[in-house]
Structures are given as C-alpha cells and as structure tokens.
C-alpha cells in the first residue's frame, strides 16, 4: 500500500466512523488492517486521532503471541495472528 493509499484509507475510516458507518471499535480494528497493510506505517500512525491509537495498543496490548486467532472463515487466523505479532512487535519498538 503505497503512502498515498494509507492515507486514503485512513480518511474514508475516520469518515465512516463520523457518518455513523463504524463503530468506535470497528473503527480500531479497520485502522489496524491499514497498518498491517501498510508500507508507510509510521506515518499512517501518526495521521490517526489519538483516541483509535490508544485502542490499537489496548488490543495490541491484551494480544498475545500464544493466542489462537478465529477469524469465522473471513481470513487465514494464522495471517492474522502472525500479523498482529509483527505489528505488536512494531508498536513495541516504535512507542510514541
């Protein structure tokens, strides 16, 4: 996802979530799929409101690397999981 993409996504997230189309922790969990997907994930994070970075930690924080992921058929839970892993690992080097 190149950087111009991330952005996009973010807006027509923060969007969605401003016209009533996501829930507050839908908004969290569709804001993690565009860091997961996304090259340019520094900046990405910091074009997030400070209220859905502080959600990403908290499920970041509540995941762990022996958690079993059930994803009901919408993705590979192995994906998923190794996913998560990487982008934990990611926030736990870049804080802030």
Do not use: C
């Amino acid at each position: 996802m190149t950087q111009e993409e991330s952005m996009l996504t973010v807006r027509d997230i923060l969007e969605g979530y401003e016209s009533g189309l996501y829930t507050g922790g839908e908004t969290v969990s569709r804001s993690i799929d565009a860091l997961v997907g996304s090259h340019e994930r520094d900046q990405l994070w910091r074009s997030l409101p400070n209220w859905v970075r502080q959600g990403i930690d908290k499920v970041l924080n509540r995941f762990s690397i022996g958690d079993e992921m059930v994803t009901f058929g919408h993705a590979d839970p192995r994906v998923v999981h190794d996913e998560l892993v990487e982008l934990k690992r990611w926030r736990e080097a870049n804080p802030g």
